[in-house]
């Protein structure tokens, strides 16, 4: 029985034998030809080779006349195999509309597919359309041998043109992949920006001239635009990496991208050291560019800040008191305008810290450091008051005579002394004015002032109520200041007053002390007059009561020196008599003689 491969196979052969015989006799010919040029010039050929040259011609035309023989013999079967192969080439022309249909729902260029799936989409499809054309062969030569019309595969056709397009989209994608799957794997802190930027450039430029040379209708095709979208979503994302990158940002800035973006790196998997790029890639930055952008301002607006809190941390580690010794005992510091003034501008600096939105890594610093700060300059004002007031108590008190007279306002300052040179020796072995003031053992600092204020104050009530029972015993004693009047009490000298002596009697000089200053014997002005006192005062007990005698004394004498004045005017010569009287006497006598 006959099938219609056979009848098929013997037409494929008669159809061979019918296209070849032209070229087959031109051969035949060039064959005979060439033999008989061989046996003109008595070539040696064998017989068997003559022989078969001899009949290949006759041979040749036996065959042709058998094939066309077979063909008229199969003639009658033709028909009815036509047929078949006409059933079987629709049925080739559904499948391959179903392929088509499926080709488009979920082949390399649908639009549910992803670029990953859609490369081996693109191999599923360039197999099957391989094993498509090979039927699509056989069809095609089963309708030339029963010279049927040779059918369009249209659906075959598109799905070609097609993956040749996808081919092109799909082999950037592919080196695209290839190139970022190396960079992802790449450490983070080993990062090279310059690198993922002449990728990413690189990229950007072949998907570029791809849509403009040779695709028609890019934006329509869905692989081109998701290949687009990926390529761009990486050149966007580089500048969101560089800026990561800056050493500014933290872990908390990392932890706060991850939260914006709605990814994570994973339980104990975030640490800068050890993730790689791949992991950054995950959070697709260029989808929250505006976002990851105000962090990394924020990061380097809050770098600046720490670096700023750093700078007055480093000036305040090497900010130190100038501390001199104070005559045979103790220390006082000098020169404290520099740190007020430091202060004043870190104080300023703190401020627009504090005030910027970007100091929240700070603001327990700053707050602590404003305070700090503060404190400091309260300290230094209130410690500065507290040594004026000690060196000015502490020149009285080491008086012999004022620590007989106030010996128990001594004994307290005693006290409060040696508190307070305690304090100074701690400053003069680390004059760090931080480590003096609110660090360390220096955090109650403020306090320790304020109770040697106060207690310095209370030596100072006590000396100020002894100074006032002097003025009270000696009223001229109001016309001196209270340091003067205690330098006058504070010694055993009687010569002490010599000094002051103006402020107590207008134009006094001074007062002459004879007998090795155990007698007052006279008293002196400025223009060098003096009268000799009627009885001679001992500066004996104390000031305030021998000044009281000089004062009754000097009263007393010149009240002697007027009424001889007066007496001797009448009976000597007014000339003389001018001369031999002290000015305020001649003028006192010449008033009286005027309106006698």
Avoid at 106 to 132: E, F, N, R
Avoid at 484 to 508: F, M, R, V, W
């Amino acid at each position: 029985m006959q099938t219609i491969d056979t009848i098929k196979n013997l037409l494929n052969v008669i159809n061979e034998i019918r296209k070849n015989s032209m070229d087959m006799e031109l051969k035949i010919s060039e064959v005979v030809e060439q033999f008989r040029v061989l046996k003109m010039y008595k070539y040696p050929i064998e017989k068997e080779q003559q022989d078969q040259v001899d009949m290949i011609s006759e041979n040749w035309s036996a065959l042709v006349e058998f094939a066309e023989k077979q063909d008229f013999k199969v003639n009658e079967l033709k028909e009815s195999f036509a047929e078949v192969t006409q059933r079987n080439v629709n049925a080739f022309q559904e499948e391959l509309k179903k392929e088509y249909e499926r080709y488009m729902a979920t082949g390399p260029g649908s639009h549910d597919v992803s670029l990953d799936d859609g490369v081996q989409a693109l191999s599923d499809s360039m197999q099957m359309i391989d094993a498509q054309n090979i039927k699509k062969d056989e069809h095609v030569l089963s309708e030339q041998l029963f010279n049927l019309p040779i059918s369009k595969f249209n659906e075959l056709i598109k799905m070609e043109a097609m993956n040749q397009t996808y081919t092109m989209i799909y082999k950037i994608y592919q080196t695209f992949r290839e190139q970022r799957n190396e960079l992802a794997a790449l450490p983070w802190n080993k990062l090279e920006p310059a690198i993922l930027e002449d990728c990413a450039m690189r990229f950007s430029k072949d998907v570029k001239q791809l849509g403009q040379k040779k695709l028609t209708n890019p934006d329509q095709i869905h692989p081109f635009v998701k290949l687009q979208k990926a390529v761009n979503g990486f050149y966007l994302s580089i500048p969101q990496i560089t800026e990561l990158n800056h050493g500014a940002v933290k872990e908390r800035h990392w932890e706060q991208i991850m939260r914006e973006t709605g990814k994570d790196f994973g339980e104990g998997e975030f640490n800068l050291k050890f993730i790689t790029l791949a992991k950054v890639f995950e959070l697709e930055l260029d989808q929250h560019a505006e976002k990851v952008t105000e962090i990394t301002k924020e990061a380097k607006e809050e770098e600046r800040n720490e670096k700023t809190m750093q700078k007055i941390d480093n000036e305040w580690k090497n900010t130190t008191f100038t501390v001199h010794k104070y005559a045979d005992k103790g220390y006082t510091i000098s020169g404290t305008d520099p740190i007020r003034e430091l202060l004043e501008t870190h104080i300023m600096v703190l401020g627009g810290v504090a005030a910027s939105k970007y100091a929240r890594s700070v603001k327990k610093k700053v707050a602590q450091w404003e305070h700090d700060l503060n404190l400091v300059f309260d300290v230094i004002d209130l410690w500065m008051a507290v040594q004026r007031r000690w060196i000015y108590l502490e020149a009285i008190f080491r008086s012999d005579d004022i620590k007989s007279q106030l010996p128990e306002e001594a004994k307290k300052f005693g006290k409060t002394d040696a508190n307070y040179c305690k304090i100074m020796e701690g400053v003069y072995k680390n004059p760090n004015v931080l480590a003096c003031c609110v660090r360390g053992e220096a955090s109650n600092r403020i306090e320790e002032l304020r109770i040697l204020q106060a207690e310095l104050d209370k030596c100072e009530k006590s000396l100020i109520q002894y100074l006032e029972g002097k003025r009270m015993s000696l009223p001229r004693f109001y016309f001196i200041p209270n340091e003067d009047l205690l330098e006058i009490l504070g010694t055993s000298d009687p010569q002490a007053i010599q000094p002051h002596l103006q402020k107590l009697y207008d134009n006094c000089e001074r007062l002459t002390f004879t007998q090795g200053g155990k007698i007052i014997s006279n008293m002196v002005s400025e223009e060098g007059e003096d009268f000799e006192f009627e009885i001679p005062v001992k500066p004996e007990n104390n000031i305030e009561e021998w000044m009281f005698r000089v004062e009754e004394e000097m009263k007393r004498t010149l009240h002697v020196h007027a009424k001889k004045g007066v007496f001797f005017y009448a009976k000597t010569d007014r000339i003389e008599w001018i001369r031999q009287q002290l000015g305020m006497i001649a003028l006192v006598g010449s008033q009286i003689w005027w309106t006698f």
